[in-house]
């Protein structure tokens, strides 16, 4: 089959490779698209010490082999029992173990569900992790309740593009921030009430002048302390990404002071996406795609996801 690896050095190669076998229990399914994920920027590049070569890649739809099924990939594998956080034999596909940048992959079945009816294959491709990552932060962890007000660090990746449109069904009041005016007019298109230019201004005080916020969604990591800065009392702050970096030192007495909450979180558990896809079938919102590219030409997708000019999701057609 057909397939892209990273070998030793992160050099990615489109090569033909054999086709895997699938284990008790597990089922190959044939890959119509792909979705790129910011997780395969880094395990493109070798940066997590994952054993090579290695085909990238958490996300995908496809066609079961077996049963003829049109299916959705749940890229959590191992989850566990436990709702607050996974278990010590979590990993998600992609690295350690194969993933779908390629014509096929074997999963465990109990990761396959049935393709959503109103969603494209390139859609629900799109949906999985970043959708379940932006259910958990919202909901699982954020607690965000009708009324009130989500801040969403981040106008155009594919986390937020989901964030917005599950807060928004939700009855939450949604702001975001960007460098782009344009990025925030299309998050107001996606449900968003506005939004804060942080390349022209002070974005905290820009978000407190328009109320602050009750939970904000942090992936840069090194704005951790302006995150707090926006909260309300009581408030959560959500964590889930070091984009911006991986350290950052924090004002502790406002933290208590103001009964604020610091939160981290990443993928989702089967019922968040249980949940997720109730939200789905009762709501009108669409994963939102900003390009899709063949196979072959993983690397200027991966760079064009690794860009600030994307807007949603990006993917590789099979």
């Known amino acids: 089959m057909q397939a892209v690896r990273v070998h030793e050095g992160g050099a990615l190669v489109h090569e033909t490779i054999a086709e895997p076998e699938p284990g008790p229990g597990e089922a190959l399914v044939e890959l119509r698209y792909a979705g790129l994920n910011r997780r395969d920027l880094f395990v493109c590049k070798a940066v997590y010490p994952f054993p090579l070569p290695l085909v990238p890649g958490s996300d995908g739809a496809g066609v079961r082999r077996d049963t003829g099924e049109e299916v959705v990939i749940y890229p959590a594998l191992g989850w566990g029992n436990r709702e607050a956080a996974p278990g010590d034999d979590f990993q998600i596909l992609g690295g350690p173990r194969d993933g779908t940048y390629a014509e096929l992959v074997a999963v465990p079945e109990a990761n396959l569900y049935p393709r959503p009816p109103r969603l494209s294959w390139e859609e629900a491709a799109a949906f999985p992790l970043a959708a379940l990552t932006a259910y958990r932060a919202l909901f699982s962890r954020g607690r965000l309740d009708a009324g009130e007000t989500v801040l969403v660090l981040g106008a155009g990746s594919g986390v937020s593009t989901f964030a917005v449109q599950l807060a928004a069904q939700a009855g939450a009041r949604v702001l975001v921030t960007s460098s782009s005016d344009e990025k925030i007019a299309r998050a107001v298109e996606l449900g968003a009430a506005g939004g804060v230019n942080y390349a022209t201004g002070d974005w905290v005080e820009g978000v407190k002048e328009l109320g602050g916020a009750d939970v ?69 919102w669409r994963p939102v795609i900003d390009s899709v590219w063949p196979l072959a030409e993983i690397e200027a997708a991966l760079a064009r996801l690794e860009g600030p000019a994307h807007f949603g999701k990006i993917l590789v057609a099979i």
Not at 231 to 258: H, I, N
């Open 216 to 284: 904000v969604l942090d992936s840069v990591g090194s704005t951790w302390q302006q995150s707090l800065d926006c909260l309300r009392k009581g408030g959560r702050c959500v964590v889930f990404g070091a984009t911006g970096g991986t350290e950052v030192m924090l004002q502790v007495r406002p933290v208590y002071f103001g009964q604020h909450s610091l939160l981290g979180t990443m993928m989702g558990s089967p019922r968040d996406l249980a949940e997720l896809l109730l939200m789905l079938q009762e709501g009108s």
